[in-house]
């Protein structure tokens, strides 16, 4: 195994653990992941099963999981290494691992002492792999407009609707579903109920994987649910709490998760630039050795160490269960927005070179779009953060804690309407 290579940055936040799994993800992500990134860039439609049975291989779905369990109990940081630095060699292969870790966190939380004891070994083992499906093909993050529903047939739930953009759609082997319960006109905090649905159950069925911009090889599709009949022992959470448990994920989970793909993406772009300007023979010398080269490259190592704090700071306060609500929002929000102004920045200073199909750069660049979206869009989180500010300037915003908000089997907040997983 190579040497810890930790940024100086981040030594309040690592420990030697967590210096020895950044240093067994980097040899993981070279020795297992690296060889396959271009199989998967070469054919956008197909949808990639090994990398998540590696992952499992390792345990890491079970990154998050108590150890009672199986699982490495390993908190928030050490899961944001996980993905950090899978995210620099290949986006996909992240957005597998995060995908799959968001649901696990609604099933601590929500899930009853039974269904935590069946499932979460499993989880930590690799053979229960989860979605979270709140999304609909025209909902986006309005949850409150989703149209899936299940009604009470005397015996179980009977379950109808599509979902869209769920991660990890085609290979996840069970799926937690957000539907409506109640009649029109209850407010969405009490209206919906979260579902343990397995993929091979009569009615649910994956419509055909097609190829997006970027993330080749992670599935993020449709999934449709034609009267799924669910028993009441698989409810997610109480009836009626299935805002609470999607909210909460996209919070604890989602938010976080984004942040550490952002950042891959982000050292990668800074990285192949850096490489790409030192060796490109400008006049006498290279085109680094140029004052207007050298203050843009400034510019990306500033916004990369920024987002190297924020994105750690946010989950070592959730690790430590401070209240960090913003401080997660900011992260996946500015994370995002400044690898992207990265990403731009480095595409033109590679010019026509960084539009080569067999050059790194473009894929980077293409799998940071993706990161916008999910856990929350921009316009979302800014108004989010807005909210947190102005209360805070009238005195009336209270910082509870993580550790008491989503200590099970406490509910988390409702303060919106507006869930993005
Ligand atoms: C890679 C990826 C993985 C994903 N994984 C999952 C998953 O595992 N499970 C799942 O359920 N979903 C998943 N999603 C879907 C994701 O949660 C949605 O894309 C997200 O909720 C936004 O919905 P939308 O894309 O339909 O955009 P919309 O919500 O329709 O938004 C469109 C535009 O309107 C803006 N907007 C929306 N509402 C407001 C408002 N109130 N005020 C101002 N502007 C607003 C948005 O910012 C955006 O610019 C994933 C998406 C991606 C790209």
Redesign the pocket.
């Known amino acids: 195994m190579s040497m810890p290579t930790t940024p100086a940055t981040l030594d309040r936040f690592i420990t030697p653990a967590h210096q020895a799994l950044w240093a067994a993800t980097d040899d993981f992500a070279t020795q297992e992941i690296l060889p396959r990134v271009d199989r998967m860039e070469s054919a956008p439609q197909r949808v990639n099963r090994s990398i998540a049975r590696s992952l499992a291989g390792r345990g890491w779905f079970g990154v998050t999981v108590p150890e009672a369990f199986g699982g490495m109990q390993a908190g928030h940081v050490a899961k944001t290494i996980l993905i950090h630095r899978l995210a620099r060699v290949s986006g996909a292969a992240a957005?597998i691992l995060q995908?799959g870790l968001?649901p696990v966190t609604a099933l601590d939380y929500y899930g009853t002492e039974d269904q935590r004891t069946t499932l979460m070994p499993g989880v930590a083992d690799g053979s229960v792999l989860m979605?979270?499906?709140?999304?609909e093909p025209d909902q986006?993050?309005?949850i409150g407009g989703m149209h899936s529903a299940a009604e009470w047939d005397g015996s179980a739930w009977v379950l109808t609707g599509i979902?869209?953009?769920?991660?990890n759609s085609h290979i996840a082997n069970l799926h937690v579903v957000i539907a409506r319960t109640a009649p029109p006109g209850t407010r969405t905090s009490k209206a919906l109920t979260a579902f343990l649905v397995r993929a091979n159950q009569r009615g649910v069925d994956v419509m055909r994987h097609t190829g997006k911009l970027g993330?080749r090889g992670f599935s993020?599709g449709q999934i449709s649910f034609d009267r799924v009949r669910v028993l009441p022992e698989n409810v997610l959470g109480e009836v009626g709490q299935g805002f609470d448990v999607a909210q909460s994920s996209s919070i604890l989970c989602g938010r976080p998760n984004l942040s550490a793909v952002s950042l891959g993406l982000h050292e990668t772009a800074v990285s192949l630039t850096g490489q790409y300007v030192s060796n490109r023979p400008r006049y006498n010398g290279k085109l680094a050795d140029l004052s207007v080269i050298r203050e843009r490259l400034g510019r990306m190592s500033a916004r990369l160490i920024t987002a190297r704090i924020l994105t750690y700071h946010a989950v070592d306060m959730l690790d430590r269960g401070l209240s960090c609500d913003a401080e997660l929002i900011a992260a996946k929000s500015l994370g995002h927005d400044l690898a992207s102004r990265t990403g731009n920045d480095a595409m033109e200073l590679h010019a026509a070179n960084g539009l080569d199909a067999d050059y790194p750069l473009q894929r980077v660049w293409r799998d940071m779009q993706?990161t916008y979206?999910?856990?929350g869009?921009?316009?979302?989180q800014r108004?989010r953060l807005a909210e947190n500010l102005l209360e805070e300037e009238a005195g009336t915003k209270a910082r509870t804690p993580y550790s008491v908000l989503h200590s099970r089997p406490h509910a988390a907040p409702v303060t919106d309407q507006?869930v993005?997983?």
Do not use: N, Q
């Open positions: 957005a995908a968001i979605s979270i499906a709140v999304t986006g993050g309005h979902k869209a953009h769920v991660g993330l993020f993706t979206a999910p856990a869009t921009g316009e979302v108004r507006t993005s997983i």
